[in-house]
């Protein structure tokens, strides 16, 4: 699909028919199976700057807390006993852990359990990232939130897009899957904007992509803009099954804030093949506001959504649908 495709799809094709035939490719290529990601946000403390985003530093106003790791892979392998198979580790751009406290944990959860590790904890230096591949990490997930580099330039002060997607290349060099993903109705973005960030994924040959709206946090630059639209968020998340065919697709929680039974029944009804439940400790994640009155998504409601939407919950790891890995161009 070209680039002028995708934008008059966005613009006029009825959001119906696409998830339509999304569904169709998802079926046909994934499978009936939608897997089960267990994640821990196991610090809010960040170093980054980001205008949408709750946990940045500047923020004063929520309240600070950092797992210990004991405590972090003591909750992973209770997620694990309840038969999650994929374990997700995120947090804010947070150094205070050393890349040896992240590679022993990684190391201690995989001895323990036999689960697939995800890490999601920003940027960092290579090294660590090839420390943790080394002690067992099986997938990196971290969103290139934007695929047009003025706007990302902007809504990541210091930051650029070329420094994010250089360590994205890097992780899937190392061997890890990686998951790319933006935000969908953020302030200044274009339809055009939205194309460019479905054909990075596809060239970028992610495992899995996460999609979402963009969503207003009080306590930052952007807390008086109006969210992303549903529907297109959902006509993205459509989009990129139709042109990703064997990608792996959350329904995202910000998806479930907008709405927690519709949005996430539409959104595995659009191509998504992947549900993340958070298994924080509530007095931790009523902290971990990246935006306001995030959707708690349970292992009970992520069973109940799936049976709901007539599909199967994923009994394996869920790994990376793709034989084989074509060259990047
Ligand atoms: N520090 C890690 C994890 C960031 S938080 C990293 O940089 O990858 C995880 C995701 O939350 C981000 O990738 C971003 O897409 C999303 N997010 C943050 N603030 C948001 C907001 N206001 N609306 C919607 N999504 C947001």
């Given amino acids: ?196 960030d479905i054909l990075l994924v596809h060239r970028f040959q992610a495992d899995m992509a996460g999609i979402g709206p963009f969503l207003p946090q009080k306590d930052t630059p952007l807390g008086g803009h109006p969210p992303g639209d549903l529907t297109l968020t959902i006509k993205v998340l459509a989009l990129v099954r139709l042109i990703s065919k064997d990608i792996h697709l959350p329904a995202t929680t910000a998806t479930a804030t907008i709405d927690p039974e519709h949005g996430v029944i539409q959104a595995l009804k659009a191509g998504a093949n992947v549900i993340m439940p958070d298994f924080t400790p509530q007095n931790y994640s009523q902290n971990y506001a990246i935006y306001n009155n995030k959707a708690r998504v349970t292992l009970d409601l992520t069973r109940r959504l799936i049976s709901k939407a007539g599909r199967n919950i994923g009994k394996g790891k869920g790994g990376s649908l793709k034989c084989k890995r074509p060259q990047r161009d």
């Fill in 1 to 196: 699909m070209t680039r002028n495709e995708i934008i008059s799809h966005l613009k006029q094709t009825p959001l119906n028919q696409l998830m339509r035939q999304a569904d169709r490719v998802r079926q046909q290529h994934v499978g009936d199976d939608v897997h089960i990601r267990g994640i821990i946000e196991f610090s809010n403390y960040c170093c980054r700057h980001c205008l949408y985003c709750g946990l940045r530093k500047e923020n004063k106003d929520i309240e600070r807390y950092r797992m210990q790791p004991e405590e972090i892979i003591h909750l992973a392998l209770d997620i694990a006993r309840q038969g999650v198979k994929t374990i997700v580790l995120q947090s804010g751009d947070d150094f205070a852990y050393s890349a040896k406290t992240i590679a022993s944990i990684v190391r201690e959860i995989k001895q323990e359990a036999d689960v697939a590790i995800t890490l999601s904890l920003g940027e960092r230096d290579f090294a660590d990232y090839e420390s943790w591949r080394k002690a067992g990490a099986d997938r990196y997930l971290m969103k290139h939130e934007t695929a047009n580099p003025t706007l990302y330039a902007r809504l990541h002060p210091g930051k650029t897009l070329k420094e994010r997607l250089s360590a994205l290349a890097f992780l899937q060099e190392l061997g890890y899957e990686i998951g790319l993903g933006c935000m969908v109705g953020l302030p200044g973005q274009t339809l055009e904007d939205l194309a460019e």
